[in-house]
């Protein structure tokens, strides 16, 4: 009975192994050739693919940045002018804004108003006062940094007392020609040192007829 057991087990595996080599035997692997308009139409969808991937990651990457600040742009609008006192032998006060345009680095225009105010005692102890108002024009360059020349015509009016007289005014024209240093402060600002010199020299100019100092001021926007 055994021997019988073991025949048939060895009958059935010679059956399987025939088999198994007589069935169709597996195919083998092999690089199958690609015509061109089929490689081109693939490349197309890679390129498609690789390009979406790019836009998506750029805008995750703007989405991912910060707003920027808007800043208020700089323009070319100057505010400045003049301010003093002096109490020497007297009263004298000085008021006169400005408002320019700056054509660039170099060169400026503009124009403003001027008041004056004088107040002294004269060689025989007469009380005088005078008043002056007008109106100005000015030209400026900077020919080096630092470095400012102007050239400034005015046409004033004044008016005063004289020991308790009024005096009747009359229209006074000045020219005004200086250079001095502009001391930047922070931007377009800063503060100016001139010396003036009136060319015209009336003889009722409220600058004298000799050089004189002022001590200005701007504001760039």
């Not at 109490?87 to 660039?104: E, L």
């Not at 109106?135 to 080096?144: F, G």
Request: hydrophobic share 30%; net charge positive; proline share 5%.
């Amino acid at each position: 009975m055994k021997i019988k057991v073991k025949l048939t087990c060895f009958f059935l595996f010679t059956c399987f192994l025939v088999m198994a080599q007589t069935g169709e035997k597996k195919r083998p692997f092999r690089f199958e050739k690609v015509d061109s308009e089929t490689e081109r139409k693939i490349l197309q969808n890679e390129q498609s693919v690789n390009q979406t991937t790019s836009d998506y990651q750029e805008i995750e990457e703007k989405k991912s940045q910060p707003e920027p600040v808007r800043t208020r742009k700089k323009g070319k609008i100057e505010l400045g002018g003049s301010f003093g006192m002096t109490f020497s032998n007297g009263t004298s006060i000085n008021i006169s804004p400005q408002i320019g345009y700056r054509i660039n680095s170099y060169f400026s225009f503009g124009g403003g108003i001027g008041y004056n105010y004088y107040r002294y005692n004269t060689w025989d102890d007469s009380r005088y006062t005078m008043n002056y108002m007008g109106l100005n024009l000015y030209a400026r360059v900077k020919p080096i940094p630092y470095i400012t020349i102007q050239a400034q015509p005015e046409i004033q009016r004044n008016w005063g007392r004289k020991d308790g007289h009024s005096y009747k005014g009359e229209v006074i024209p000045c020219f005004l020609v200086g250079a001095g240093a502009n001391l930047p402060i922070a931007g377009k600002s800063g503060i100016s040192v001139m010396l003036y010199y009136d060319v015209v020299q009336n003889k009722f100019t409220p600058y004298g007829n000799k050089i004189f100092y002022s001590v200005g001021y701007s504001f760039g926007f």
